[in-house]
């Protein structure tokens, strides 16, 4: 704003000098005054003087209205949705699965624990000294094996056989009929009283205590800041122009043309010959000293600590399970019997009328229309019977068979097994665990700590002075020659018509604008915040113990005696009869081959195998050692116990689940959304008219003269020339000459 205002001041400033200039020398006429050195016409031309309209920006306070966004706050009144939990209470029947022990009687594999010695290799960590070897020549034993042939004396058993005439006894079987009693299990009903817990369900009065939430209004009271409009005087101060006459002497520069010489400075250009220097690089061999750090080995004493196994032998006492042989008699009844050939007759006898039953049996009965009762010619055991009847001994018609001269009873073989029962005492041989403490070696291994020296290899690095020669590169300063054009100049005289200016002193009046301090007062509003204390309502939430009764369903076991009908497995005597085979002993003769065994004493060759000591020589690596750690396997013996089984008895509760229904109470949380007023403060943004002084360029029309020289005045134009061959300044002369 300071700047816009500046520049309109020095716009006015120049438009007053201009008006000053186009008012000075002019007469009381307007025109050129007697004696102003105004000339008749026909003397020198003089410069013509046209006007011109000119717009100049000139500074000026203005009152502007503007528009000042402006900030107030109001309360309003908002509700929300607050969101309140609570706490409902529900009945739900629900099933639970009970587990009940019902005992069952079972057969089990029970493993049960041997303890064994039992080998086990274990690793076992060891620390190795790594060797850097350095072979060294050794003498060893070893023992070589070679193969000898020993004479070996030593006994078979051959065996003989020969023939013995043997006893033995054959247990013949017969039937007798034999009476014995049988237990014959009888199922009958009986009833049975048990007793059952039965569930029954009750209720009973419970009192509990519920935390209930609720809102109490409490007074509050708040500290708002309320913005309060006020108006305050303002003191200010305002730069008002104002225009002063003022009595100006100026310097007017009056134009004359003279002749001038003036020297020249002319430029030209000349080709010379310029010598420079080069640095011409060259390399030169140096002689140059350097250091090598050069390594060298050296032996030096070092001390080092071995791990040197020794091996003990020590002596513990174990525990050992062995099965020792038990031999017992026991009695065995064994069968020796044997299959024999026997001659069965068939059943039925010869009685009167019998005919030839037998022979019936064996041929399909003798022929009905015999006349003699015997038997047909197919099946007559005795050549049969003749037609005539006599000559088996004469056969009646309805006679039986005489005196054994009918038919021959009819003898079947078969083979029938003959038992001979023979008891005997028989060697039995049955393991038996007896467990002994046994006295065994084991060799342990510890490990002994030596210090030994060895000599170690040790690399060093000893300064040493070398000479190597280095190529170097220097320079050396040369001199050549160049053609340069260099630039020159030369001096020269000229002459040219100069326009001078002489100084004339005049003086004029020339309004000047000024401008003076004026302190003036404004009503100026502001916004002052207010303290305010209010008060509001304000629900607060809380909570109050209170006590409640609910019926709870519970569960109680009542014991009830039942009756069930048991079926009871009784035993009843009843005597029976059956046949039994019996057995007696007879004794019989055999021969049976024996084979008995005979040691004989036999000589054989068998190469054994020996060994000698040998004496040898090798190369064995010396080693300086470094320490690394190991593993290695190592036989040990441990009691182990060994699982085994065997079937034994055991009783079982079995776990059966049964189901029953009880109500519980659940509390479910029920969510509800419940309404809430509250004060919030508002800001609302107005627009309030401000007078505001403002700064602005006003255009302002102004007229300027403007000369042009060489043309002659007209006669009767007023002043021809003002001021004869005087020059005349920019802006001078008259205003108006007519």
């Not at 004696?35 to 000139?58: H, Q």
């Not at 050992?320 to 009695?331: E, F, G, L, N, S």
């Not at 100084?503 to 301090?517: A, D, G, L, S, W």
């Not at 029920?670 to 006003?698: A, F, H, L, S």
Request: proline residues 7%.
């Amino acid at each position: 704003m300071k700047k816009m205002m500046y520049q309109g001041l020095a716009g006015l400033c120049t438009a007053l000098l201009f008006a000053a200039n186009v008012f000075a020398q002019c007469g009381d006429c307007g025109g050129c005054a007697s004696g102003s050195a105004c000339v008749a016409a026909g003397g020198a031309a003089g410069p013509a003087v046209a006007y011109e309209t000119r717009t100049v920006m000139r500074p000026q306070l203005v009152s502007e209205t503007r528009l000042v966004p402006t900030t107030t706050y109001q309360t309003e009144t908002r509700t929300r949705m607050r969101t309140v939990t609570r706490q409902v209470a529900k009945v739900q029947t629900r099933e639970q699965t009970y587990t009940v022990n019902v005992p069952e009687v079972r057969t089990r594999t029970e493993s049960y624990t041997v303890c064994v010695p039992v080998e086990y290799t274990e690793e076992v960590p060891y620390k190795v000294q790594v060797p850097v070897t350095t072979e060294v020549e050794q003498t060893y034993q070893v023992c070589v094996p070679y193969t000898d042939t020993v004479e070996q004396t030593y006994t078979v058993c051959v065996p003989q056989t020969k023939e013995v005439e043997q006893t033995y006894t054959v247990c013949v079987p017969y039937t007798e009929p034999q009476t014995y009693t049988v237990s014959v299990p009888v199922r009958e009903q009986v009833e049975q009283e048990y007793t059952v817990q039965v569930p029954v369900q009750k209720t009973r009065t419970e009192t509990y205590e519920v935390c209930v939430p609720y809102t109490e209004p409490v007074e509050q009271t708040y500290t708002v800041q309320v913005p309060v409009k006020k108006m305050r005087t303002e003191t200010y101060q305002v730069c008002v122009p104002y225009t002063d006459t003022v009595t100006q002497t100026y310097a007017v520069k009056v134009p004359y043309t003279e002749p001038h010489t003036y020297t020249v400075q002319v430029p030209y250009c000349e080709t010379v010959e310029q010598t420079y220097s080069v640095s011409v690089p060259y390399t030169e061999p140096v002689e140059q000293s350097y250091t090598v750090m050069v390594p060298y080995t050296e032996q030096v004493e070092q001390t080092y600590t071995v791990q040197v196994p020794v091996t003990e032998t020590k002596t513990a006492t174990r525990t050992v399970t062995k099965c020792v042989p038990v031999t017992t008699m026991k009695t065995v009844t064994e069968d020796h019997g044997s299959y024999q050939c026997q001659a069965v007759e068939a059943a039925g006898g010869a009685g009167a009328g019998a005919g030839c039953g037998a022979c019936g049996g064996a041929c399909g009965g003798c022929a009905p229309s015999n006349p003699c009762g015997g038997c047909s010619t197919a099946c007559n055991p005795c050549g049969g019977c003749s037609t005539a009847c006599n000559s088996c001994g004469g056969c009646g018609g309805a006679a039986g068979v005489v005196g054994g001269s009918g038919c021959a009873p009819a003898v079947s073989y078969r083979q029938v097994w003959v038992p001979n029962l023979v008891t005997k005492e028989v060697p039995v041989t049955t393991y038996q665990r007896q467990t002994t403490e046994e006295p065994y070696t084991y060799t342990t291994t510890s490990y002994v700590t030596e210090t030994k020296t060895r000599t170690v290899p040790v690399t060093k690095c000893r300064p040493e002075t070398r000479t190597r020669t280095v190529n170097v590169t220097r320079y050396r300063t040369e001199q050549r020659t160049r053609p340069v054009q260099v630039r020159k100049v030369r001096t020269e005289e000229r002459t040219v018509n100069v326009t001078k200016y002489k100084t004339e002193t005049r003086t004029r009046e020339v309004p000047v604008q000024r401008t003076r301090m004026e302190t003036r007062e404004r009503q100026v509003p502001y916004c002052e915040m207010m303290t305010e204390t209010r008060t509001r309502t304000v629900n607060v939430p809380k909570t109050r113990m209170e006590t409640r009764t609910r019926e709870v369903a519970y569960c109680e076991m009542v014991p009830e005696t039942r009756k069930r009908m048991v079926t009871v497995c009784s035993m009843r005597q009843e005597e029976r009869t059956r046949d039994v085979t019996k057995y007696r002993n007879e004794t019989r003769t055999r021969t049976v081959p024996v084979t008995t065994m005979v040691n004989e004493t036999r000589t054989r060759s068998i190469p054994v195998t020996k060994t000698r000591l040998e004496t040898r020589t090798r190369m064995v690596p010396q080693t300086t050692y470094k320490t690394e750690e190991g593993t290695r396997t190592v036989t040990k013996t441990r009691m182990e116990n060994q699982t085994r089984e065997r079937e034994v008895n055991y009783t079982v509760c079995v776990k059966q689940e049964r189901v029953r229904t009880y109500n519980v109470t659940v509390y479910e949380n029920v969510t509800e959304e419940v309404p809430e007023t509250y004060n919030v403060c508002v800001p609302v943004t107005t627009m309030k008219e401000v007078q505001v002084q403002v700064c602005k360029p006003v255009p302002t029309t102004v007229q300027v003269p403007v000369y042009s020289y060489g043309a002659s005045a007209a006669p009767g134009a007023g002043c021809v020339n003002c001021g004869g061959a005087a020059p005349i300044a920019t802006g001078a002369g008259c205003t108006n000459c007519n």
